[in-house]
Each structure stands twice: as structure tokens, then as C-alpha cells.
């Protein structure tokens, strides 16, 4: 069955560093994914979507590349800031999936 | 422009009891989705509607039931309640039925369901 895993141990870092969190899947040839930032009590805010064509993609301070060979997806906060801190959750579809499959998150935390 | 809102945003129940939630999408959007966010997990996927019909659904039982209204609101349904049935419901709204994955979904605060 298809498989989702981000980190689960919480990221650290330093105000101005960039965060990088990682996304991998298995067993799927996933033709989309996206990229959702999750306060605590509340619901998930859509950042960025990748296509399997499209090997990178930016947004202001953030980037998230595809790479359908590793079946990877990294994703970077540039110049982070203490308001970053949140859970990042991937989220894959498409590929012969029509249901829309959700990593369980991972919790970055920008220390000032 | 009013975002998604979800109605109740607190409930607690007993086992066997039936509970509805609401939704309203964002102003505009014709297609909503419900998902269940147990904690420390991820959304999972109940069921989508467009168009006042069930599109798609994802690996639920039959207790888990919807409807869309031609105002395209919708409500969750959720008969014959089990305690691993706590957890935050998340309803997302996007445009012409599509898929969840493709298009930009915005997501509403969610209810949170605790069952005793």
C-alpha cells in the first residue's frame, strides 16, 4: 500500500537559517503534491503544489523540489523566522489514485 | 470574502450516539470534502461532493454518510459512534469537483469530536 513518511521528530532551528523538511513515499507514482502548513487546533493551509513534471517550484521564501526518482520531495523555508514554527504536512495524489494521501506532518520549530 | 466555516467547533459524545457536522465552502466554491485528522496524524480522506452527489470516498464505513445542499453546503454524518471515531473533522472546499490533489483546497478550522 502507498506509504507517506515525514519526520517525525520535531526540527529546530535558528531564526534566518533555512529549514529543510523531507517527504518520501513508497509504493506510488504519485502525479501531485502538495505542501500544507497546520497550526495547532486549526486546519491546514495550502502552501505549494508540484507536479511530477515539474521539478521545482518557488513561493517567495519557500521552494520544494520533486524528484519522482529518489520519490522525494524536499521542502525550504528560506530566512525562517519564529512565525514559520507550525507542522508541515505533504500531501500526494493522482498517479492512478484518486484519493488524496497525507503525510502525519513534521513540527518545525524557529527559535529567535 | 468568507473563508470555509465548520459548525459545531467542539463536541463530545457516547459511544453508539450519531453526531452531524456542517460546512459551508468558501464564497464561490461549488465542491467540498470532508477528511478525519485523529491526532498526531494526518488528514485521511472521508469523501468529496460536487454537485450534490458523493464523488469519491476514501476508505470509511457506511456509518460515515454526507450531503451536499444546492447552496453547497454540506454535513458529515457519523452514525453508531466509536470511540476511535475522535478526532478533528476537517471539511475543504475547492472548485468543479475537482480531484483534492490537483487544485488549491482550503481547509476550514475543523470540529473537534470527542467521543466517550
Known amino acids: 500500500s502507498q506509504k507517506i513518511e515525514q519526520n517525525s521528530e520535531a526540527l529546530n532551528i535558528q531564526e534566518g537559517k533555512t529549514a529543510t523538511l523531507t517527504c518520501n513515499y513508497t509504493?506510488?507514482?504519485?502525479?501531485?503534491l502538495q505542501w500544507y502548513r497546520q497550526d495547532p487546533g486549526r486546519g491546514p493551509v495550502f502552501l505549494l503544489l508540484?507536479?511530477?513534471?515539474?521539478k521545482e517550484k518557488r513561493k517567495e521564501r519557500l521552494k520544494v523540489t520533486f524528484d519522482t526518482t529518489l520519490k522525494q520531495s524536499l521542502f525550504h523555508i528560506t530566512a525562517s523566522q519564529p512565525a514559520d514554527s507550525a507542522t508541515y504536512l505533504c500531501?500526494?495524489?493522482?498517479?492512478?489514485?484518486?484519493?488524496?494521501?497525507f503525510g502525519r506532518g513534521t513540527s518545525l520549530i524557529v527559535h529567535p | 470574502d468568507a473563508g470555509v466555516t465548520q459548525s459545531p467547533t467542539h463536541l463530545i459524545k457516547t459511544r453508539g450516539q450519531q453526531v452531524t457536522l456542517r460546512c459551508s465552502p468558501k464564497?464561490?466554491?461549488?465542491?467540498v470534502s470532508w477528511y478525519q485528522q485523529a491526532l498526531g496524524q494526518g488528514p485521511q480522506f472521508i469523501f468529496q461532493?460536487?454537485?450534490?452527489?458523493?464523488?469519491q470516498r476514501g476508505n470509511f464505513p457506511d456509518r460515515f454518510s454526507g450531503h451536499q445542499f444546492p447552496n453547497y453546503s454540506s454535513e458529515l454524518n457519523v452514525n453508531a459512534l466509536l470511540l476511535g471515531d475522535s478526532a478533528l473533522y476537517l471539511c475543504?472546499?475547492?472548485?468543479?469537483?475537482?480531484?483534492?490533489?490537483?487544485?488549491?483546497?482550503?481547509f476550514g478550522p475543523g470540529t473537534r469530536l470527542l467521543v466517550l
Open positions: 464564497s464561490g466554491h461549488d465542491t
Open positions: 500531501a500526494l495524489g493522482g498517479g492512478g489514485s484518486y484519493i488524496p494521501t
Open positions: 508540484i507536479r511530477e513534471n515539474e
Open positions: 461532493y460536487y454537485e450534490e452527489e458523493e464523488r
Open positions: 509504493n506510488y507514482s504519485p502525479a501531485y
Open positions: 475543504a472546499s475547492s472548485l468543479r469537483g475537482s480531484y483534492p490533489w490537483m487544485e488549491t483546497q482550503y
